[in-house]
């Protein structure tokens, strides 16, 4: 076996799947980008990022006293601090209500604000060990507003612990819109007043279309806005991941990524070093040891190291890491598959093939967060890129003679549909799933639009 399919069998070994279902992460899998160190303060109470950029990754690793042990000095102020969840993907009805619930105690004119302290008073009482009424969230929430000193000893009581409180998945609320709004913002609020209680802190991971709403329209919300971390991806950190990911493939595997790739042993894990966490010549040329110099036979091609992160980025420049690994992922199967006598791992049209999958990943991840996406760009298949707006606009109105009321969709519908089409031109490319370039004609990033099936002149073409 060649150097190179010994390294494309490590590539298709290591753990590159990032999807958490709220399993412990696996501390190999551990990568922290420079711009991530911030959300992990105790004081950044709120985090936002878009769809696969490690919300839910870190949801699942503060809860794990051994990744924030392997952190380190990364983040000193994390040891010995006591970790619960107030709402995630995973449903837990003695910790949070689920969206039935919610939904329920709101149509009874329940106060969302009151729902969460009643969710934060339940992991207090639980950690202080404290009996308060949990036989229903109606029990807790009745409890909380009838018995306000009561409440107020059990926040107020001196305590020798740090405690931290998860919010994250809060689009499964609701399917509504202007509820889910609603509850967040009430969310928002209980953070506010539990900030007011030494020793107790709350952080909230919100999409950034959530961000971006009415969710901060409340008194002090500035207090709340001055913490706020977004959780970024530049191309140095994508491959400091890959990487790290790679280097703690199970046994040979791993062994033959070390050798390229600088490492040091910390807490049972391979990590990498800060060399190979920034845009260095080490890194470019580590990857290229993967995949070679060009996209093609000479230079005009392009650079795999900055192609295969290029192509995945969304209309606003940015690149999730559960894209570009899956798209690393498949290119080494691609050319398992159809060059396996290549002089490198990774052949360049199967890093263009790795494109075509991650773009489909990225569409059906959208289909589950935006209904009514696929609907409205499906109907653009086969058109090419870019275009004008009037060419899009007649597309649609040909499928939806009546305007955007007859997109259907059962869960959180275009936010700006009542506008007409202009509405769900905003919406579309606030989402990043279209671009305006300087002459009006609109644009689809690759990451889209190959899973969409539109084409491009000299670009990746979309599958069959």
């Given at each position: 076996?060649?150097?190179?399919?010994?390294?494309?069998?490590?590539?298709l070994?290591?753990?590159?799947e990032?999807?958490?279902?709220g399993?412990?992460?696996?501390?190999g899998?551990?990568?922290?980008?420079?711009?991530?160190?911030k959300a992990?303060?105790l004081?950044?109470h709120v985090?936002?990022?878009?769809?696969g950029?490690?919300k839910s990754?870190w949801t699942a690793?503060?809860q794990?006293?051994?990744?924030?042990?392997?952190?380190?000095?990364?983040?000193?102020?994390?040891?010995?601090?006591m970790?619960?969840?107030?709402?995630?993907?995973?449903e837990?009805?003695d910790?949070?209500?689920?969206?039935?619930v919610?939904r329920q105690?709101l149509?009874?004119?329940?106060d969302?604000?009151?729902l969460w302290r009643?969710?934060?008073?339940?992991?207090?009482?639980?950690?202080?060990?404290?009996?308060i009424?949990?036989?229903?969230w109606?029990?807790t929430?009745?409890?909380?507003?009838?018995?306000?000193?009561?409440?107020?000893r059990?926040?107020?009581?001196p305590?020798?612990?740090l405690?931290?409180?998860l919010?994250d998945?809060?689009?499964?609320?609701?399917?509504?819109?202007?509820r889910?709004d609603?509850?967040?913002r009430?969310?928002?609020?209980?953070?506010l007043?539990?900030?007011?209680?030494?020793?107790?802190?709350?952080k909230?991971?919100l999409?950034?279309?959530?961000?971006?709403?009415?969710?901060?329209?409340?008194?002090?919300?500035?207090?709340?806005?001055a913490?706020?971390?977004?959780?970024?991806?530049?191309r140095?950190?994508l491959h400091?991941l890959?990487?790290?990911?790679?280097?703690?493939?199970?046994?040979?595997?791993?062994?033959?990524m070390r050798?390229i790739?600088?490492?040091?042993?910390?807490e049972?894990?391979?990590?990498?070093?800060?060399?190979?966490?920034?845009?260095?010549?080490?890194?470019?040329?580590a990857?290229?040891?993967?995949?070679?110099?060009?996209?093609?036979?000479?230079?005009?091609?392009?650079?795999?190291?900055?192609w295969s992160v290029?192509?995945?980025?969304?209309?606003?420049?940015?690149?999730?890491?559960r894209?570009?690994?899956?798209a690393?992922?498949?290119?080494a199967?691609?050319?398992?598959?159809r060059?396996?006598?290549?002089?490198?791992?990774?052949?360049y049209?199967?890093?263009?093939?790795?494109?075509q999958k991650?773009?489909e990943?990225r569409?059906?991840?959208?289909?589950?967060d935006?209904p009514?996406?696929p609907?409205v760009?499906?109907?653009l298949r086969?058109?090419?890129?870019?275009?004008?707006y009037?060419?899009?606009?007649l597309?649609?109105?040909?499928?939806?003679p009546?305007?955007?009321?007859?997109?259907?969709s059962?869960?959180l519908?275009?936010?700006?549909?009542?506008?007409g089409?202009d509405?769900i031109?905003?919406?579309?490319l606030?989402?990043?799933l279209i671009?305006?370039?300087?002459d009006?004609?609109i644009?689809?990033p690759?990451?889209?639009?190959?899973?969409?099936?539109?084409?491009?002149k000299?670009g990746v073409?979309?599958?069959n």
């Open positions: 076996m060649s150097e190179a399919q010994r390294l494309r069998e490590a590539i070994a290591a753990p590159l990032t999807s958490n279902h399993e412990d992460p696996q501390s899998t551990l990568y922290v980008p420079l711009s991530h160190l992990l303060r004081d950044a985090v936002v990022g878009g769809r950029v490690g990754f690793a503060l794990s006293e051994d990744l924030r042990r392997l952190l380190g000095s990364a983040a000193p102020e994390l040891n010995g601090i970790v619960q969840v107030g709402f995630s993907q995973k837990d009805i910790r949070y209500p689920n969206a039935d919610f105690l149509d009874q004119g329940e969302p604000y009151d009643a969710v934060i008073l339940r992991c207090v009482a639980t950690r202080a060990l404290q009996s009424p949990t036989g229903s109606t029990e929430v009745a409890w909380l507003k009838a018995k306000p000193e009561e409440v107020a059990l926040m107020q009581q305590r020798s612990w405690g931290l409180i919010f998945a809060l689009d499964r609320t609701s399917n509504d819109w202007q889910m609603e509850i967040v009430g969310l928002l609020r209980a953070i007043w539990l900030k007011s209680f030494p020793g107790l802190y709350g909230v991971f999409r950034e279309d959530q961000a971006e709403r009415t969710v901060f329209n409340f008194p002090d919300a500035s207090k709340l806005l913490t706020q971390a977004d959780l970024t991806w530049a140095h950190d400091g890959l990487w790290q990911r790679l280097i703690n493939a199970p046994g040979e595997h791993g062994a033959l050798q790739c600088q490492t040091e042993r910390r049972g894990a391979w990590l990498v070093t800060n060399e190979m966490k920034r845009e260095t010549k080490t890194q470019r040329e990857f290229e040891r993967l995949a070679g110099a060009w996209m093609g036979r000479d230079r005009r091609r392009g650079v795999p190291y900055s290029g192509h995945l980025a969304d209309g606003r420049g940015q690149t999730s890491p894209s570009f690994l899956a690393i992922r498949q290119a199967e691609d050319s398992r598959d060059y396996p006598d290549h002089a490198y791992a990774l052949h049209e199967s890093i263009k093939r790795g494109i991650a773009s990943i569409v059906n991840e959208v289909a589950e935006y009514w996406v609907e760009l499906s109907v086969g058109m090419n890129v870019p275009c004008t009037e060419d899009i606009l597309r649609w109105q040909g499928r939806f009546n305007g955007p009321q007859d997109i259907h059962q869960r519908p275009a936010q700006h549909a009542s506008r089409w509405g031109r905003e919406d579309l606030r989402l990043g671009e305006t370039k300087k009006g004609r644009d689809m690759d990451l889209y639009r190959v899973g969409f099936g539109l084409g491009r000299g073409k979309p599958r």
